[in-house]
């Protein structure tokens, strides 16, 4: 079945950079889009950032300038760099598949959802 696994999470001070990394199995990952939510306490999950099949990327904006989206096809993963980590940044990141040839923003447009990992910036 498929099974996508977030890891890299952890505790850093603000000001602070992570790299998250999600090991997908179980799918043909090049026929899939990729991306990164976040669900913070009491928040909706919203859209961090996202890699199309052919690896053209789109953030939101408050990821932008900060974080950056890459795959390797060759290793079924996809990373998340995250620079000059906030508080705000605090959250449980999600990595999603999206079976689609266009880059969805929309957690309901995707099909497979990891388990999360747990980013805890403190100020």
């Known amino acids: 079945q498929v099974q996508l696994v977030e890891s890299g999470g952890g505790l850093v001070q603000a000001g602070s950079s992570l790299t998250l990394s999600c090991a997908a199995s179980?799918?043909?990952?090049?026929?899939?889009?990729m991306g990164w939510f976040r669900q913070a306490p009491g928040k909706e999950r919203e859209f961090v950032a996202g890699?199309?099949?052919?690896?053209?990327?789109h953030y939101a904006d408050s990821a932008k300038g900060r974080f950056t989206v890459s795959r390797d096809n060759a290793k079924n993963t996809v990373y998340l760099q995250m620079n000059s980590l906030k508080a705000d940044d605090t959250a449980v990141y999600y990595c999603?598949?999206?079976?689609?040839?266009?880059?969805?923003?929309?957690?309901?447009?995707?099909?497979?959802w990891g388990q999360g990992t747990q980013v805890t910036v403190s100020s």
């Open positions: 999603a598949a999206d079976h689609s040839t266009v880059l969805m923003t929309t957690a309901s447009e995707f099909d497979y």
């Open positions: 179980g799918l043909t990952f090049t026929w899939y889009a």
């Open positions: 890699i199309s099949r052919s690896s053209d990327t």
